[in-house]
């Protein structure tokens, strides 16, 4: 009865259409709202988890995420490295500045200052320049993306001066590194060098950065520096999702991703069951001509459940495709989205809503069929 | 009383009352029927609207169950069937011909006169072979490849004629199948279904209002208020024409 099902439901064009609609447009609503979203969340963190070299963060007692960072003394620098199983502590400033340079209105960035003898807390990765250059007088490395915002599409030009604070700063090098969910462009130099860019204050010592030594589990090392300073010491995947849930549960946004995604699920559930109930009333003489002559009810539900399936599976396979290649082209194309992409676990998430979808609508139209009165269609 | 099983009769029905209830009211639409219909012939089911013709139909072709009383289908018993097997009943031995064709629009005329093989689990290329063998003896072997919508009321009609007898059924039941259909196609439809439904060990029972076709029918089962009756006098009915 399979082909019978698939030939019943095809055959009814537009509603079999316009429940692919409703089911790619759920779809795609739901992965692409949630795959901004989930961007936007590692964006929050890319800044604590691009510091590859050091696991361990220290802070404030009071702060809860990595751009409500509150200034510490110098000598907490010290203190945390006088905590046994540190193998070493660096310090790691992080504050807002204002750029200016030619033919560029004055935008905000991120400044960082990082450890001026051993450029700890600086991202691995490099796209033009090496790491010695910051040590330059002045010396600063931008973000790429934070280039091209700036700058468009002109070429990387070492030895660009800019102004930061009513100081002269000079362009030596680009970090490939994920743009952060604060500012578009983050400036990286040494800790002495930012301090002369940043505005002045008592305390201006954002994090202290340390490495537990070998064998000393990080987790453990930063409890022990929390016991022996009283200050905060996350390790890294700590910090991480601390900063990640204070997105989550301190700002508008997974509110208003959420409650697109809902809209993508209501729509789906109401477009797809009406239309498949639509179908069901449509085609209620034909199922029941089919009970008269003898198609069990497990038969109709088989068939019922079917029509389900192709509309889910290929509604599903529509918006996802399509939003993938949303994301997709987004992300190579407009600076804002550079970097998002569909993950598995969001397609997974996709797919779980259209069953939920379709077995709304299906059980709808299956509690129908089988309602139906075989001797209905001798009644006329 | 029990009924034997092997009763030469087609259909059996003794002391058949059905009952419909909507709220607190009870409508007797059968009040205890008995009769037969005979295997080898083509029987008519005739009376005014609302004499019970189609309830009566409906629950010897096993889709209805009768509040009291027995029916027998060739030796089956409904009234002790459950519900499953009813199905398995309907799908074996009853063909099914309705007014309005009920031909599912979206599938040819080849496909729709080979649900009932697809409803028994054959595969759909044989059912499609001996489908459009059917429609060849009905005459319709240029239309296989047609939907419903492409042809005309007696050509549905004989699509859903070769739906009803392609799997072999040894009972055809047919309500009105000439009421949407002009009298000489009536007429043709109405030859064709005697033809391929009446055998010796087959029974086709037909509810009609249609008096053009009464010639064509072995035995005429007048109905009226719940009751079959005894042909009026006169009234040329109620026996083999």
């Known amino acids: ?380 | 009383m029990p009924m034997s099983a092997t009763t030469p009769s087609a259909v059996v029905c003794r002391g058949l009352v059905k009952e419909f209830t909507d709220g607190s009211q009870t409508l007797q639409v059968l009040r205890g029927i008995d009769t037969t219909f005979a295997a080898g012939q083509l029987s008519l089911l005739v009376g005014p609207s609302g004499c019970g013709k189609t309830t009566l139909i409906s629950i010897i072709a096993g889709t209805l169950s009768a509040t009291q009383g027995e029916v027998c289908v060739f030796g089956q018993e409904l009234t002790r069937m459950k519900r499953a097997e009813l199905v398995r009943f309907r799908r074996q031995t009853v063909g099914f011909i309705f007014q309005q064709y009920n031909l599912l629009p979206t599938l040819t005329a080849a496909e729709n006169a080979c649900v009932a093989l697809a409803a028994a689990g054959m595969a759909r290329r044989p059912a499609l072979e001996r489908a459009s063998d059917m429609l060849h003896r009905l005459g319709l072997g240029d239309h296989l490849g047609k939907l419903p919508s492409q042809l005309s009321g007696g050509q549905q009609q004989r699509v859903a004629i070769a739906r009803a007898l392609v799997h072999g059924p040894r009972l055809v039941v047919c309500d009105e199948p000439t009421a949407a259909l002009d009298a000489k196609t009536g007429h043709t439809v109405m030859e064709l279904l005697r033809e391929a439904a009446v055998a010796q060990d087959r029974a086709c029972i037909v509810v009609t209002h249609d008096n053009r076709i009464f010639d064509l029918a072995d035995r005429i089962v007048h109905m009226e208020d719940g009751h079959v009756i005894d042909p009026p006098a006169g009234s040329g009915i109620g026996s083999a024409q």
């Open chain 1, 1 to 380: 009865m399979s082909w019978i099902a698939l030939r019943m439901l095809v055959g009814d064009t537009a509603k079999y259409l316009g429940m692919i609609f409703g089911v790619a447009f759920s779809v795609l609503l739901i992965t692409q709202q949630s795959s901004i979203f989930l961007g936007l969340l590692q964006r929050s963190a890319a800044a604590v988890v691009e510091v590859r070299d050091a696991d361990i963060w220290v802070m404030d007692p009071r702060v809860q995420f990595i751009d409500g960072a509150r200034g510490l003394p110098d000598t907490a620098l010290q203190r945390v490295r006088g905590v046994p199983g540190v193998a070493w502590a660096a310090p790691h400033l992080r504050t807002t500045t204002t750029i200016a340079t030619a033919g560029v209105e004055l935008t905000a960035a991120t400044l960082v200052g990082v450890d001026d003898a051993s450029l700890a807390g600086l991202p691995a990765q490099l796209s033009h320049g090496t790491r010695e250059a910051l040590s330059a007088p002045g010396a600063v490395m931008l973000n790429g993306s934070g280039w091209t915002f700036l700058f468009k599409d002109r070429p990387f030009e070492p030895g660009l001066e800019l102004e930061l604070n009513d100081s002269r700063a000079v362009v030596v090098g680009l970090l490939d590194t994920s743009q952060t969910l604060s500012q578009q462009v983050q400036i990286y130099a040494r800790y002495g060098t930012a301090l002369s860019f940043a505005p002045g204050g008592r305390n201006r010592l954002s994090f202290v950065l340390a490495k537990a030594a070998p064998g000393e589990d990080p987790r453990a090392v930063a409890q022990r520096i929390q016991d022996v300073t009283g200050l905060k010491a996350l390790s890294r995947e700590e910090f991480r999702d601390a900063t990640q849930r204070y997105i989550i549960f301190n700002t508008g946004i997974p509110q208003s991703f959420a409650s697109v995604v809902t809209l993508g699920v209501v729509v789906g559930i109401v477009v797809v069951a009406l239309t498949f109930s639509l179908f069901i009333r449509d085609n209620a003489r034909q199922f029941g001509a089919l009970r008269a002559i003898g198609v069990s009810g497990w038969q109709l539900a088989g068939m019922v459940m079917l029509q389900g399936a192709v509309v889910g599976v290929v509604g599903y396979a529509i918006g996802l495709g399509m939003a993938t290649w949303l994301v997709e082209t987004s992300a190579q194309n407009v600076l804002a989205f550079q970097g998002f992409f569909v993950p598995w676990q969001v397609a997974a998430l996709s797919a779980a809503i259209v069953v939920l979808i379709i077995a709304w609508a299906g059980l709808g139209g299956l509690r129908r069929v089988l309602k139906l009165d075989p001797a209905a269609v001798f009644r006329g």
